[in-house]
């Protein structure tokens, strides 16, 4: 049930960014002052997302150890608690000092914990069905495509970098058709990326309740 409430709250927030991020992207004709405004309103509903991918994660391993798919019983739910607290704290803190040299370190080590999640989910896929490690099937399965999760998570901030660089563009020069249809572009190609992303979690899902292998 807590996995399913938070995938709830995910979906809800990215429905809410990605249509006002369009509207921004595709409006020209809104003041600049007004389209920033709504910029940083979809800035700060981004972070429930960001909370979303850690809860999963959290939840995901608690929830794991408790029912035994995991080893390590109390000692790993205890342990996921914390680092879900500590990572939780970490993205608040990147996000309200993200205009700072402060908030762009804490992102770079917000980024890197989340290859060592990616690099350290596919090993232990990997090893589950090379026999290394004794997990369920699906659940390698799973961790696997959690780690397709993230990935299609740092590329949407790849195409958010390329997409604030014309809208930076933009701030300083002034609007012109060419820039507007780079706004475009850019803003086509991130829900590219995060529609492949919610292909990762339906799957996710269907391996979750009908659990193959």
């Known amino acids: 049930m807590a996995h399913i409430i938070v995938v709830g709250y995910w979906l809800g927030s990215d429905l809410v960014i990605n249509s006002t ?24 509903v981004d972070q429930h997302v960001r909370y979303a991918l850690i809860l999963q994660v959290w939840l995901g391993t608690t929830l794991g ?4 798919y995991f080893p390590g019983g109390m000692w790993l739910a205890g342990t996921a608690a914390l680092l879900g ?17 402060t908030g762009r370190v804490l992102g770079q080590i917000d980024r890197s914990i989340r290859y060592v ?12 069905l090379l026999g ?6 699906w659940l390698a ?18 195409e958010l970098v390329r997409y604030f660089l ?10 012109t058709d060419e820039l507007e249809q780079r706004l475009r572009n850019r ?12 292909m990762f979690v339906a799957t996710i899902i269907a391996v979750s309740v009908l659990k193959p292998g």
């Open 141 to 158: 399965i799973k961790l696997a495509l959690f780690a397709g999760v993230f990935l299609s998570g740092l590329g949407i901030r790849f």
């Open 21 to 44: 991020f369009r509207y921004v992207s595709r409006t020209a004709s809104l003041p600049f002052e007004e389209r920033e405004r709504l910029m940083d309103h979809v800035m700060d």
């Open 65 to 68: 150890a408790l029912l035994g």
């Open 166 to 175: 014309v809208w930076e563009t933009i701030k300083a020069k002034g609007s």
């Open 117 to 128: 999640a990616i690099v350290a989910a596919i090993l232990i896929a990997i090893g589950t």
């Open 187 to 198: 803003y086509a190609s991130s829900t590219a990326v995060l529609v492949v992303l919610w």
């Open 132 to 137: 290394y490690f004794y997990l369920a099937g």
């Open 85 to 101: 607290i500590a990572w939780l704290t970490l993205v608040e803190f990147t996000h309200l000092l993200r205009k700072s040299p």
